[in-house]
């Protein structure tokens, strides 16, 4: 059993689509899978695909290889899941909404969305709300930027991915 | 066909097949159990607690290879039923499980005796049901009849609210499954089989690493035939016991925590594991980076979680055990299995080097001595269960089992009280065999008031307590490990066995001798009364071989070495 340590022990990011039947309990089975055998979860969004009896459930996971190759096996062991799929070349994307302070430069807000694929979509008496859409590092390099605008409230809405 | 929620429980009961359901009723179960009292196709044995009920269905389900049926109340009645499952579970049993649930419309109200059955068992079943329609219902319970069965065996949950049970509805029990997202493998690839008998051609020191799917999947003659056509060595798992049979010349022995000393060097040293139904249990590999280093390993499995979970794979095949063996058979013909011989050799000077020993005594019993007489005396009559814990592994290690479904034990859970019910499971599947439950003096009364239950049903099952008045297992680590602080494992503080099987219409027997020991076996087995046989042991014998938990395999505390016995 020749085992190459340091590779198997690396940890690595990982998306995994699991395509479910829809049927009460079926995320709960999902996330207590991970809770129970001790996976880690990053993110995990989930929706009805449209015109059939399944849903969507995509999960941003890490764990060594070993580790992902079991999060897998033992997803595809439950009986509701119909098919999982371990991301390999994929389009990844993640949507945010930042809420801003009108105290703040509009049109400094606005371009700074644009640059990542969004704008304002709502201004308000005392706020205005952004959202953008983008792959995830660009996700963590415009909430960096939204910094010196002092956003109010920040929401994530988890990875979504599709393989190419 | 229109009837009730309660009857088409009753009606798939049937269907399937089942002759007997253990259970206890209770306010949310009890429309069923009005259709039990008026039918006459399968009989009810009412145990004196939940997770009794569960573990005898199980022990009725490892003893037949059937499906084992049990049926609880909601609340408090399911969660008895809990240590039932997650047994199960374990170690891979077939079962259906039926619970009441309170009412559809006081789900989540908190209401008397509610309890979310399907969220608590989600970790400890291999699927289970809230059922939330009356037409789901026909359905469901086909789905859980075949999922548990089918695959890799496992318990489901059903969990009936009261009012479907009341409901009256169309009944039409169908005749298949369809669940797309559940289609188990049971051929193995051929082309990964070619390859894996290839590296068996080539290997120069191959072992047979036999676990319990072997026995699962029924398929031990196919085990022995490959063993017998290739010569290669074998270990059994704990699971497996009785897959070669005793009288076996390749068997070794059983491996792991206490396996003997060939069957630990065996696995240490061999250049290709075949492992067939095993799971690479840390009780079987000790410490991981050191286990079976110069292997290379051929997996088959039917789950393919299980392969490469803990080890890497070099051959993974997914499939039944059975399918796979019988491919390989038909590609094993004119193996030269003199290949082989110095490697059997080499195992053999380990099996003469180390033996399964201990220092037999005349002035008081030993529990090794007692398992051997055991064999001895009703050997393949007899089938054995046990409890968890010292004696479990004596059983393991000194009965001569020659069948598989001859040892029914927790393995995977390790779950103290098993081993009566479990017992009384079997011995209603089997009345016309001994039924001996191996337990001890700590776990025979997690289940003690089973007594009872096998007193009213005439189940006559032997309870062979090897009685050191410890907690045998825990004392002996507490001994090695512990600087002999034994704590909270004396128990000195001891019912009267004899008189507490005689109040629940059983018969005792006090043992202290060789002499009685033979004399009370031969007089239980001839009553018809469950019996409780409180053999005194030497209190501090330990097991072993034992490999220290986290230790490497190879590292092996050994027993003392005897003049005169010599045997697997």
Known sequence: MATSKTLQDQNVRSVISVIVINESSVLARVSGLFAGRGYN?????????????????????NGNIR??????????KLIPVYKVIEHQEMVEKEMVLVKFPLTENLSDISALCTAYNGGIVNVGAQMCITMITDEPSRVRHFIEATQRFHPLEIVRGGVVALEI | MKMSGA???????????????????????MHVYDEIFKQGSFEHILTRHEQAAVHAADGYARATGEVGVAMVTSGPGFTNAVTGLATAYMDSIAMVVISGQVPLSLIGTDGFQEIDAVGISRPCTKHNYLVRSLEDLPRILKEAFYIARSGRPGPVLVDIPKDITVDIGEFVYPQSVSIPSYKPIYKGNKRQIEKAVEAIKKAKKPLLYIGGGVVLSNAYELIRELAFKTQIPAVETLMARGVMGAENPLLLGMLGMHGNYASNMAMSETDLIISFGARFDDRVTGKLSEFAKYAEVIHIDIDPANIAKLVDVDYPIVGDVTEVVKEML????GINTDRYKVWREILRRYEDLHPLSYIDSDEVLKPQWIIERVGELVGEKAIITSDVGQHQMWAAQHYPFDRPRQWINSGGLGTMGFGFPAAMGVKRAFPEKIVINVTGDGSILMNVQELVTASEYKIPVI????NNQFLGMVRQWQSFFYEKRFSETDLSFQPNWKLLAEAC??????????????IALQDAISQNRVCFMNVAINRFENVLPMVPSGGALFNMMLPPKAENKGEK
Not at chain 1, 71 to 76: A, R
Not at chain 2, 330 to 333: A, E, G, I, P, R
């Open chain 1, 67 to 76: 580790t992902i190759e079991q999060i897998t096996k033992q997803l595809h």
């Open chain 1, 41 to 61: 979860i990053e993110s995990l969004t989930v929706a009805p695909i449209p015109n059939s009896q399944t849903s969507r459930i995509t999960i941003v996971t």
């Open chain 2, 330 to 333: 038909s590609m094993l013909d």
């Open chain 2, 505 to 518: 219409g059983g018969i005792g027997y006090d043992v202290t001798t060789k002499a009685q020991f033979d």
């Open chain 2, 7 to 29: 009857q088409m429980v009753c009606e798939a009961i049937i269907a399937e097949g089942v002759k007997t359901v253990f259970g206890y009723p209770g306010g949310a179960i």
């Open chain 2, 463 to 466: 309870n062979l307590i090897l």
